[in-house]
């Protein structure tokens, strides 16, 4: 769970005693934040705060997902400020449904994984009983997947083959890192294709903008952020899933090439893409 992870001496109660029993996580969930706010001084009425609402929302996909990929449990969640005329949990359920049902397997149906009642004796708790996941459940893959024009947008499906598929074959060739680019110089630049282990990442700056190259060069902070920019750590682990791995080199970029050419015999021109060397020196003494 996570350090701001909120709570209250009642959701600290609750947890322990269903801890006894079962898989249990409890999220603290004040009224306001699925329900719109009454001003009585000004009779009006204030959405919810889609900050806070959003973040609540990740709270409970990740701790349901945790649930699932762990034997199943129960999520308590505790609706602070619920009034005791208030039986519809209407405003509840669209706040949450549709993230549960994010959370569920093609092959399974919302009603097999998720159960809800109120918690007899406290109807400030709303208790769902959650079913295990038969394959792993991933609400936010930080892994990557490399396709030929970079990487994986959403990996949750793949994650799940690419475990199975290594988990199959323990020799394969993940175990160790094989592949190895060879020293680029304008010879090698010329036979350089983009293809799915390499991925080339250019490194332009306009001449007003020479400073901070040099800064960005002379520093290996600003170096290491700008290959943060660049998304280094998403391709490393979209590369590493590679059966002969694969490179990340910086500093060759692409340009416009306009290219003639015959079409049904007629002279065409059309713009391709071409790559050129962007020439990075790094300090010796601070890259050595
Ligand atoms: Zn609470």
Sequence with gaps: MSLDHETCKKCERYSEEFNKRNNNLCVHLEVTIFNKSWDDRTQTSRRPNPERKKKKKEEIKRSVSALRNSLGGQLLIHLEGLSPEDQSKGNFDEFIDDDLQTIINVDETFDD???KKTLQGDPEFVVIDIEPSSAIIITDPKTKFIIDKGFTPDSAQALRFFLKHISDAPNSNHSEVKHRQPFLND???QTI????????KGFVFTTQEQTKKKAILGDTKQFVDHLWDLRLPLYVTA??????IGSFILGIGEKEKKFQTKIKGKPVKYVSKTFEDHGIELPMDKYP
Excluded: M, P, S, W
């Design 187 to 189: 010879r090698t630049l």
């Design 193 to 200: 294709t983009e293809k799915r282990d390499i991925q080339l």
């Design 113 to 115: 994984v998720y159960y």
């Design 239 to 244: 590369l590493a899933k590679l059966k002969e």
